[in-house]
Each structure stands twice: as C-alpha cells, then as structure tokens.
C-alpha cells in the first residue's frame, strides 16, 4: 500500500480510510485505558499524602491530653480538709528582706562585680599643682579582659582649681587614656 492515493480506487480508498479508522479507535482506547490508570493513581498518591499528613501531625504535633473522658476512673488521692491545712502549714514559711531603692529614679548602669580584682591609675592634670586645690575626683571605672582574667581598671583623676582664684578659675583635670 505504497501507491499514491490518487491511483487507488474508490474501493482500496474505503477500505484504507476503515482501517486507518481501527488504528485510530484502537489508540484512542488505549489512551483512554492509561487515562483512567493515571487518575487511579493520582486518587492513590493523594490518600497516601493525607495519611502521611496525618501521622506527621500525630508525630510532630503537640502531645498533651485535653479532653478529659468520662470513662476514664478517678484516682482516690483527694485530701481531706484537714489534710491539706496540716500541708500548708508544713509548707508554709515566713520569708523577710530589706529592698534598697537607688536614689534617683534612673537606674544607671548596673554595679561591677565586688570580688573582681581592682587595678588603680592615678592620673593628675599636667602643669603645677601647688599652687592649687584639689577639689574631688572623677572616678571612671571600666571592665577590661586579661586573657583568663576580668578586672576592673579604676582611673582616678584628681580636680584642680587655684587657689588665688577659686570661684572664677576654670577646673583642671587630667584627660582620660584612649581606649
């Protein structure tokens, strides 16, 4: 059936268009057949999904009991009242302290440590002290880091004024290290 169709007969042309006709019903059943076995497995897949669903939920959810049930037996554990006053009084303790309030209403910055190891630097300002008057400190503490050691670093540095000029001289005091 290699011959051209414009040389077969209106005969061999009927019967070619039949046949294709089969081939065609037959491929077309096919595709139905592997149709309907893919929308079984995809129902499959997608029930096996959901019980998966399911036993995730079960396994990663939360597991605790919230619904009491009423077949479920009581225990007889419950104290009498005069049982339980006797474990309070057990139970019971006086407890006393004595709260500090800071002064201002600032909290400022929490205390240091007292059992760290404290390392004082005197620092005066530059310039001739004599003929002044030391007036305070300006105290500046901070926390430094030896490799395996905390320790606090106290700079104390020492307030000047002159004596000749006391309310109308400036203050002198030494600056604080870089850090």
Excluded: W
């Amino acid at each position: 059936m290699n011959q051209p169709l414009d040389q077969l007969t209106k005969t061999e042309l009927i019967a070619l268009l039949g046949m294709k006709q089969r081939e065609l019903e037959s491929k077309e059943k096919a595709i139905q057949s592997k149709d309907q076995a893919i929308e079984s497995k995809d129902r499959r897949i997608e029930d096996l999904e959901g019980i998966i669903a399911k036993f995730q939920r079960t396994l990663f959810g939360q597991k605790r009991e919230r619904f009491e049930s009423s077949d479920q037996l009581s225990l007889p554990f419950e104290a009498t009242a005069e049982q339980q006053q006797a474990m309070e009084l057990e139970l019971t303790e006086k407890v006393e302290y004595v709260r500090r309030k800071s002064g201002s209403s600032h909290p400022g910055r929490t205390k240091l440590p007292e059992h760290l190891p404290v390392e004082e630097i005197e620092l005066y300002p530059e310039g001739n002290l004599e003929e002044m008057t030391c007036i305070g400190k300006e105290i500046t503490e901070e926390l430094d880091y030896k490799p395996a050691q905390f320790i606090i670093r106290r700079y104390i540095r020492y307030k000047y004024v002159s004596k000749a000029e006391e309310g109308k001289s400036p203050i002198t005091i030494a600056p604080l290290p870089s850090r």
